[in-house]
């Protein structure tokens, strides 16, 4: 009993604090593909609740804040985590980064700093069988859902993001990532219960936002970012002579705010806009833009004309 209990202990320390798991993962033997059920149980679970909108029901408000949290969240991951914290394509201010930093965290997809050190991997290896989400060097579910259910893909590869780790607030954003998800929902459910008092007429409550607005949104947005992993790798259009097999997919551009542009950005990643023609809808770049008129970012980076014409494909490949 004393075995179970310290093992249950063990799991839930564990699973709000990634360095004691990072630390225990250290010391063993990894090939790259042990799955940590530990992780994979709430991930489960999430998908499962999102039937909880049957049971909840719908009213305009929480329809909102479906739509509110997936854009923000979207943003956070689209404009920060990637364009920011990955690839550097513009600056902005400590405290701007650290709330980008959070709101990406909100998404449950782990901290700035875990998750800019595997994209910069991604890019170095690219469609290799050292490419941890490659649909070409591994299979359509393992790019798409798989990867970083692994113990391996777990750890942080601090190397690759020096100048990201500096800074003791994204570590320890990094370190207590799964705190922000639950302080979310908190926040979800005060409002929802604050608006059923004092707004009865909403017809919402706090199981309902946190239904349609934290459950519902982050498994959507699960997806809809996934997908530039596996399909934006197998399915679209190449303009680029590219070393990997990245495409140019509209849909996933729409659901993804421009990170469907995958060709060109795997063309040049230092670019802030992916979107690299007035035709190619880029939302997160046209945000990017915004925030620059007020200050809050600069020296944003785009594609010159001549990288933007060089290395073409003369006859788009289709697949």
Not at 211 to 224: E, P, Q
Request: net charge positive; hydrophobic share 45%.
């Amino acid at each position: 009993m004393k075995n179970i209990s310290k093992l249950i202990t063990s799991y839930f320390f564990g699973w709000l604090d990634n360095k004691l798991v990072e630390n225990k993962y250290l010391n063993l033997n990894l090939h790259g593909k042990e799955i940590d059920w530990g992780r994979v149980i709430p991930y489960i679970i999430i998908h499962l609740s999102i039937f909880s909108v049957f049971f909840v029901g719908i009213s305009s408000t929480a329809f909102f804040v479906f739509i509110m949290m997936y854009a923000i969240r979207m943003f956070a991951i689209t404009g920060f985590y990637h364009r920011y914290f990955s690839h550097k394509t513009f600056k902005t201010s400590r405290l701007m980064q650290f709330i980008f930093a959070v709101i990406g965290a909100s998404a449950v997809q782990r901290g700035p700093i875990w998750w800019a050190a595997h994209h910069r991997e991604h890019h170095m290896h690219s469609d290799t069988i050292h490419d941890k989400h490659s649909p070409k060097a591994h299979s359509f579910f393992w790019s798409h859902t798989g990867w970083f259910l692994t113990k391996a893909n777990f750890l942080t590869h601090t190397k690759m993001v020096k100048e990201l780790s500096r800074y003791p607030e994204l570590r320890l954003i990094d370190r207590f990532d799964i705190v922000i998800p639950i302080l979310t929902c908190i926040i979800l459910y005060g409002a929802g219960e604050w608006l059923l008092t004092f707004y009865p007429d909403l017809n919402t409550s706090g199981l309902q936002l946190v239904s349609w607005g934290f459950i519902l949104s982050t498994v959507v947005l699960y997806h809809s970012t996934f997908l530039v992993n596996s399909v934006a790798h197998l399915w679209g259009t190449r303009r680029y002579d590219t070393d990997d097999s990245s495409r140019n997919n509209f849909l996933i551009a729409l659901l993804t705010f421009g990170e469907g542009w995958h060709n060109n950005h795997h063309h040049f990643p230092g670019s802030a806009k992916q979107g690299f023609y007035w035709w190619e809808v880029d939302l997160t770049y046209y945000l990017l833009k915004m925030m620059s008129l007020f200050g809050f970012i600069w020296d944003i980076r785009t594609v010159s004309t001549d990288i933007r014409e060089t290395n073409q494909i003369k006859k788009p490949i289709s697949r």
